[in-house]
Structures are given as structure tokens and as C-alpha cells.
């Protein structure tokens, strides 16, 4: 099978403006999770989403929103940025999201703002 | 809630020498532990977990962890550790309620020749 993807995989955006990141989780994975990689603050968990529902939101403002679709592929938008939102965003995948299942990660998308 | 603490930002090691990463969590339910590895540029890999059962668990590439219930911990060990050991190693809990994993701040472990 193949893994989880995300794209684009590097992305450059100035303070102000609004991003949109994906994640296509792997085939037959119904739960897609966003945390974002910082060297400050570590590995913050953001949302959680299962069956297009958001079942679970971390602590993060509200400019920091996600959604998925009903072939479970999932975005994250950040509106109006700000530098300390320069990260890597990671996504991760597994069957229903269960505390007991392994989470499968992409690869990340590396987001600099200038 | 929970969280989780690695003791060890940076751990340096020498080629076949033997590594320990420490891992302490606190949580008032059941969790589950796991041990993901991030090699640089890349994502999370899942090392091993521990769901229930023996508390010793291990990898197939000779890592292992030992979940202690009273000292919270989930220490990782490897008993001789190769170059392409260096990465960093994060830590994780998730409660039995709960859809996500708490990480702690990571330890980046670098071997040397």
C-alpha cells in the first residue's frame, strides 16, 4: 500500500496570507490527524478527523482549521499568518482512530513564513 | 490530561555501545505507550508500542521498551546501536478515551564511529 502523502511539500508565504495544506491518508484509513513540528514547542497535536467529522481539536486559535472528504483525503487552512506559524505540519492516518492503533505518518509539509 | 517527559534532549553514543532513552508520562486513565523515530527530513516511523499484556516489548531492529506501571515510565533501550541509529525519538501517550497522541520534547540521539 502506499503511504501517507502530503503536498505540496515545501511551501513559502508571507504574514497575512492563508495556506492550505493535503494529506491522503492511506488507502482505507478513515482517520486523518494533523500535528505541527516546532523546535520551540515539540509535536502539538491540531485536529483529528474521522468519517468528515472533527471528533477531536487541540489548542490552537481558530485561524487554524481543517476539514476531510468522504474518501477520507483531508486538508489543513491556516488564515491570516504569522511567523510563529512556520513549522512542519505533519499528517498521520490509521483505520478508525482508535487510542490503540498505530498512527502512520506523511512526510510533512515544511511551511515558512516570511 | 496527559503528558509525557523525555529526560534526555541529546544523548551522544559510540558505534556498538549500548543507548537508553527515558521516557516518563502522567495520566490519571489507562494509556497506551508508544516510540516513533524521526530520521532527518522525514516523518514519524512507529518503533514499537505497549497496549496491555507483557511489559517488555520489542522492535525488529533491536530496540526494546519496558512499560512500569508504578514508575510511569517506558524506557528505550538498545543493546549496541549502529550509525544509522542517529535520529531523534519521540515518545508518545494516548489515553483509552482519547484520538491523539501526546508526544514528549524528543531526544536526538547521534552515533558516532
Known amino acids: 500500500k502506499a503511504g501517507v502523502t502530503q503536498t505540496p511539500r515545501y511551501l513559502i508565504k508571507t504574514r497575512g496570507q492563508q495556506v492550505t495544506l493535503s494529506c491522503s491518508p492511506i488507502?482505507?484509513?478513515?482517520?486523518v490527524s494533523w500535528y505541527q513540528q516546532t523546535p520551540g514547542q515539540g509535536l502539538q497535536f491540531l485536529f483529528e478527523?474521522?468519517?468528515?467529522?472533527?471528533?477531536n481539536k487541540g489548542n490552537f486559535p481558530g485561524r487554524f482549521s481543517g476539514r476531510q472528504f468522504s474518501n477520507s483525503r483531508s486538508e489543513m487552512n491556516v488564515s491570516t499568518l504569522e511567523l510563529g506559524d512556520s513549522a512542519l505540519y505533519l499528517c498521520?492516518?490509521?483505520?478508525?482512530?482508535?487510542?490503540?492503533?498505530?498512527?502512520?505518518f506523511g512526510p510533512g509539509t515544511r511551511l515558512l513564513v516570511l | 490530561a496527559q503528558s509525557v517527559t523525555q529526560l534526555d534532549s541529546q544523548v551522544p553514543v559510540f558505534e556498538e555501545a549500548p543507548v537508553e532513552l527515558r521516557c516518563n508520562y502522567s495520566?490519571?486513565?489507562?494509556?497506551?505507550l508508544f516510540w516513533y523515530v524521526q530520521y532527518p527530513n522525514q516523518g514519524l516511523q512507529l518503533l514499537l508500542k505497549?497496549?496491555?499484556?507483557?511489559?517488555l516489548v520489542e522492535s525488529i531492529n533491536g530496540f526494546e521498551a519496558e512499560f512500569n506501571k508504578s514508575q510511569t515510565s517506558f524506557h528505550l533501550r538498545k543493546p549496541s546501536v549502529h550509525i544509522s541509529d542517529t535520529a531523534e525519538y519521540f515518545c508518545?501517550?494516548?489515553?483509552?478515551?482519547?484520538?491523539?497522541?501526546?508526544f514528549g520534547a524528543g531526544t536526538t540521539v547521534t552515533v558516532r564511529a
Open positions: 498521520a492516518s490509521s483505520p478508525t482512530g482508535t487510542s490503540r492503533e498505530t498512527q502512520y
Open positions: 488507502s482505507g484509513h478513515r482517520s
Open positions: 478527523y474521522f468519517s468528515e467529522t472533527q471528533r
Open positions: 495520566s490519571s486513565v489507562s494509556v497506551y
Open positions: 505497549y497496549l496491555s499484556g507483557s511489559t
Open positions: 508518545a501517550v494516548s489515553e483509552s478515551h482519547d484520538y491523539k497522541l501526546s
